[in-house]
């Protein structure tokens, strides 16, 4: 089975402190993807890496910057927390199947919770 | 550009009567399109996806979604609820050779007893 692991399930901080989530997976997966959850709003995506070293912005990527020095890591980063990125994150994998990337499914983490105060 | 629209926010069934939530897209091109479910404190679990082979598709746990072009629509249905299928599900869809995929706002499914 794919496993997606983030290494919090709730994490409190303090505005302006610099957050680190990080997510690993365990199946060679090279894409992998940092989303934000919101009540009414579905998930949006804020970064996603089709391979080491490599990024691309999502959909909302202000406020935040991505690490991914290794294939199996990819790291969320909120320079200096504020109280507007209080939300769910979570982290998605998928490996590129060469038929086309809009078919690979995307396996999930479990989300981490962040409040920042 | 593409949108998801997620119909209901909320639908509340019996167990043991049909399930029925309803999603809309709007898309230039040829789209793929997904159902998640999300249980409370769980991650996103694929229930099914369409990728313009059949447009009936069958995912997992009872639960199929029929691809109709000429409506824009990928609902999904399940003929009989479980007290398990209490949880969120989301309609998502991606355009082909794209990393990218847009999610619908959810819908969240309680079961009575």
């Known amino acids: 089975d794919v496993k997606v692991t983030q290494s919090s399930r709730y994490l409190v901080k303090r505005t302006g402190e610099k957050v680190f989530l990080e997510c690993v997976q365990d199946?060679?997966?090279?894409?992998m993807f940092w989303y934000r959850q919101d009540p009414g709003l579905g998930l949006r995506l804020i970064y996603f890496s089709y391979d080491v070293k490599m990024k691309e912005k999502g959909d909302i990527p202000e406020g935040y910057s991505v690490s991914r020095e290794k294939k199996e890591r990819f790291s969320l980063i909120l320079e200096s927390a504020s109280t507007n990125q209080t939300s769910m994150y979570l982290c998605a994998s998928s490996v590129s199947s060469g038929g086309g990337l809009s078919t690979d499914t995307q396996y999930f983490g479990p989300g981490t919770r962040l409040t920042v105060l | 550009a593409q949108s998801v629209t997620q119909l209901d926010s909320h639908v509340s069934v019996s167990e043991g009567t049909p399930v029925l939530l309803r999603c809309n897209y709007s898309?230039?091109?040829?789209?793929?399109l997904f159902w998640y479910v999300q249980h409370p404190n769980k991650g996103l679990q694929l229930l099914l996806k369409y990728t313009s082979a059949a447009t009936l598709v069958k995912g997992i746990n009872g639960f199929e979604a029929e691809f109709k072009k000429s409506e824009t629509s990928f609902h999904l249905t399940k003929p009989s609820a479980h007290m398990s299928d209490a949880a969120e599900y989301f309609c998502?869809?991606?355009?082909?050779?794209?990393?990218?995929?847009?999610f619908g706002a959810g819908t969240t499914v309680t079961v009575r007893a």
């Open positions: 898309s230039s091109y040829s789209p793929s």
């Open positions: 199946m060679d997966h090279e894409n």
């Open positions: 998502v869809v991606s355009l082909f050779n794209d990393y990218k995929l847009s």
